[in-house]
């Protein structure tokens, strides 16, 4: 299974992007990059997915590098509520279905 | 649209009771996963299921601990005779069959076991 390393604590100023970086070394071709977040009380919120093209949607994009090793979250606004536990999770492939294994992921303070 | 939902949203049992833990998937999601999550720790992978079938059900931590789903859809985690160690949140989450599929996630059944 690929392993991802994430930092275990960022800081992020209001309005200010938040750019969350994750190594994924031992990734392999067919594996795909996931981001979910997680806010205190809740369960993990699906943010966006990734292959090899950036990506892009209403919350937030995805920076994937050209070898695949490492990608970056990027929160182009963030505001208070974006605080939360982001995990960056490279699924394994196993029998056809989406099992995610959830690392440490990054703890994320959005402060005034 | 309505999200998972999971039933009830806390639970507080004595030790050695059976608890049953209830998750409505999306509708249309042929797939459902449970996970736990306790105190201050990562996801952990319980079971999955594809329809009414659980392929893997690898991350079950004993066996006094078992899942069913009826009808492809509602789905139900028993925990036989608890234990202090069962002290968690159960998050049940769906998805499209599909390997791609992201999972979406309820906000989890909260099990305290005293």
């Known amino acids: 299974d690929a392993k991802t390393t994430q930092p275990p604590s960022m800081d992020c100023a209001e309005g200010r992007a938040a750019n969350l970086p994750c190594n994924h070394s031992t990734i392999s071709g067919n594996e795909y990059v996931y981001w979910y977040r997680q806010i205190h009380s809740q369960g993990p919120q699906y943010i966006i997915h990734g292959l090899k093209n950036n990506e892009t949607n209403e919350m937030a994009s995805l920076i994937i590098t050209e070898d695949r090793k490492s990608s970056t979250l990027i929160l182009p606004h963030a505001t208070l509520r974006d605080t939360a536990v982001y995990y960056c999770?490279?699924?394994?492939?196993?029998?056809?279905?989406?099992?995610?294994?959830f690392g440490a992921g990054t703890r994320l303070a959005v402060h005034p | 649209g309505a999200g998972v939902s999971q039933s009830p949203s806390n639970k507080v049992t004595e030790k050695g009771k059976d608890v049953e833990l209830r998750c409505d998937p999306i509708s249309g999601h042929t797939a459902l996963y449970w996970y736990r999550q306790s105190l201050g720790q990562g996801l952990e992978f319980l079971i999955y299921?594809?329809?009414?079938?659980?392929?893997?059900k690898s991350g079950l931590p004993s066996d006094r601990f078992s899942a069913e789903r009826t009808g492809g859809s509602v789905s139900t985690l028993t925990i036989q005779r608890t234990q202090q160690e069962d002290s968690a949140v159960y998050l049940c989450?769906?998805?499209?069959?599909?390997?791609?599929?992201?999972?979406?996630f309820g906000n989890g059944t909260r099990l305290t076991v005293t």
């Open positions: 989450a769906s998805s499209f069959q599909g390997g791609n599929s992201p999972l979406h």
């Open positions: 999770i490279v699924r394994v492939v196993s029998g056809g279905y989406n099992k995610l294994i």
């Open positions: 299921f594809q329809g009414n079938s659980a392929p893997d």
